[in-house]
DNA sequence: GGTAAGCGT
DNA sequence: TAATACGCTTACC
């Protein structure tokens, strides 16, 4: 999409206004002033309680900055100097490794769905539009652009900008295959382009060019259909003879031609064509041809950046558009010159409070970002730092990376004021299914469900929980958006929840490999004690209907259908549906695993087949036709003081994650059970439920501990606190790795969690040599870090492999010149501006080694440790 | 692991 | 008439 950012500084600092951008030198005769544009907005949106909450936003980023003049004013010459140091030695390092062997080609259609809508009806080309709705709008015209109608505006205030706009409803559809056109045209020049979005791409050309060179004329030649061609180049045909604009060719020969009907490379066939275009080898060239291409298939235009790497090309895309392209060429000066004055709010990945806190620093070009970067590694993180640094020196990624497996999927929707608990279980259920779809569509699951509830002020909160077993079904991942939302409308009773948006996400995906072993039935696990017949042990569908709650089975239309019945009703008690309202803690444990796990458990009774079978923990052939009896057997296994005896599990095929399933679900309790055993021990160790700063968080924590422990406490016997307690249907998994609240490790080993300090604490700790017998495979496992351990008992449950303990603990890695920096979101190195650096619009594309993956947290494990002593 | 927040359409 | 989205990511605790 064309770059509709803001890279205009006015007085004003409301984020609303700097969100939406404005006007920039384009405005002109017919459109409005930057100044009009700001009153017109600015009193459309005063008062409103969106922008309220913009001001309240804006405030926060004021105080992080302040925050960071203080630290900055407290910086010496001497530490200055000493980063200078530091920062420039990384900087040899960085000239050393820059690479310009690549020609990396951006590929951004012009205002790509206003030109979508512009192409397929003629009555709006003259006329100024945007394509979205009256709340917001996705894209507009150049012609609506000069009135500072932009992207991501309300499209009421575009009105106000420009009353004559016209607002043409979004059509994926056809945008979609507009796109397919596209894409189909791009491949040719690099079959392992990277797409992003509808409306951009990303193509290594490199080798396309030197094969080109050896190609002869006629594969560069193209017959032109001047019916597809804008009219800007239409004539500059018929003036000069030839087709001799930036548009195209610089110099391309052209041909009269009078053949009627011919194919062109891409198999489209052009009736009445009249002229021929030979484009020459080199890249822009090259680029030229895939433009004048994509105008002669789908009559829209594109500009296109031509660059060593992918950051540059993105910003040279953005130099001359619309319908323009740029080079620079693969030469480091002319890197520096490109970066030089750029703004740097014109860097992918760099928004709108990066830029006011760089301004704040005096930083508003790329050069003077170069200048800053030893003050700069003292404030910000080491991921944003760097990440700066690469910008400065026109760094990027040479290679496109393969698609990254996404990390998420979710979905989000605003409404007027929803105020009841029926109305927004209702709705989550309805959210719950449209995302189950998606996730379906894609084959995924995801073991983390997010619930998201922005309230009538705007304000944005998030609650997460992770399951032990990924979910994709509707019904899974109610079962826990409903257990959330439940909490967030306790923490506010008496009072009623006020939400404009509610959004369900699904997060924490299994890794290709983890597919993999999961795939693995139950059957292959138990096969490897003893040849067994297990069938129908995945039932295609199961049947859960009959383990949701009836009130909400029942009632399956859409949200507003049921709530227009519900009007209809009259029905004016609120909690109606009060088993919803009141269930939400059994939500976790009817959830889900259980379902599932709970007819695979019926059919296995079913089946009547399983008469011996070989106990995966101890071993022993043990004959039963019942299940429960099978589980109960592996339960007294697990359960006891036998780990150690677990040496005898199969080295082959054992599936972690279907063992877990299997011995886990037999009771639908497991869950909770867990749950219980952590909140006791929190309880049990005198440790306050959260010393978390966030007061939302605080008061959650506390309801969900004042929840639990208001239920009836179970018969069983508390193990010493630091041993851990294991929930009689534990599976091997939670044995070996029982879940400990990373608070009380804390307390465990002397240190709290958020400081500085404890990530040196924590460095050290795992220095500690010590031996860990594996209970997969029986050997001494020596180690330095119970990451690593980990690491290998889990290698020998997936794949009954024993390895060596090569990995090197990487927690320890993290430096310590963070402690008080500033962070910047969506400076993350790992992304190294291969695509925008955050929020992208191709989704989920990363595949960077964040600090954060590596930071995962060691808190539940310490106590193995212990465990296995 | 949970949460806020950044980014780009 | 009133009215400011959605989907993804990462950093931090």
Redesign the pocket.
Known sequence: ?????NADNSSYNGG?LL???LNDNKAGMQGLDKEKINKI?ME??KG????EN?LK?DQ??NQ?IEKMMQLKEKITQQQLLKARLRVDKLVMELEQSRNLSCTIVHI?MDA??AAVEMRDNPELKEKPIAVG????L??SNYHARRFGV????????A?KLCPHLTIVPLNFEKYRKVSKEVKEILAEYDPHFMP?????AYLNVTEHLEERLHWPEDKRRYFLNTENTTEKNKEDISISGRLNIDGYSSSPELFEDGTPVMDDHSGQRYQSLKNVVVFGTSAEEAVKEIRFRIEQKTQLTASAGIAPNTMLAKMCSDRNKPNGQCRISPERQAVLDFIKDLPI?K?????????KMLKALGIVTCSELYQQRALLSLL?????WRSFLDISLGLGSTHLEKD?????????????EINTAEDQYSLCRELCRELAQ?LQKEGLKG??V???L?NVN?E???????VLSSVSAEDEIFAVAKM?LGTEIDSVAPHPLRI??M?V?V??FLSEEEKKYQQKSIKSFLKSGKELDFPKLQPEKPNQESLTESSEASSRGSFFDKKRAARQLNCNNPFANESVGKQHFCGVKSSANSVEEANKVTNLQKSNICEVFTCPVCFEEQSSSNLEEINRHIDECLAGSLIKDTAEISKNDISRENTFNFLSHSKNENIDDCRENITDQLAGSGQSAST???S??NS??KKFTQIVSERPQKNREKQPCDLIDIPRNASIKQCLFP?RN?QEDAKQFGRT????ESSSSRSSETKEDSVLVCPVCNSEQKTTSLMSFNRHVDVCLNKGLIQELTEKDDCSAKTSD?EN???????????QCTK?????????????Q????K???IN?KHTIEMFFK
């Open positions: 999409m064309d770059n509709v950012k609303a969100r939406m951008g907005i459309a949106s409103s309680k969106f922008y913009e936003k926060q980023v992080r951004d790509f769905y709705s009256m709340s917001m996705s894209t932009r992207a991501a505006m309300p499209g009421f205030i009105k992003m979005g509808l409306d951009e709010r860097v992918p990945g760099i928004g709108k409070v990066t830029e910000f993180s080491e991921a944003s990254g497996e996404r990390k998420s999927m979710s979905t989000e929707r605003t409404f007027s998606d073991k983390t997010t619930l998201k922005k705007f944005v909160k998030t609650r997460a929980s992770t959330l404009r948006l959004g996400r997060s924490g978390s700063e966030n939302s968080g959650r924590e879940k990373s969690d958020h400081t500085e963070t920096s500033i962070r910047v979101g969506g400076l993350n190195r790992g992304q925008p650096l955050q929020g992208t619009k191709r989704s989920g594309l990363t595949t960077s964040s600090a954060s993956k930071a995962k947290s539940s």
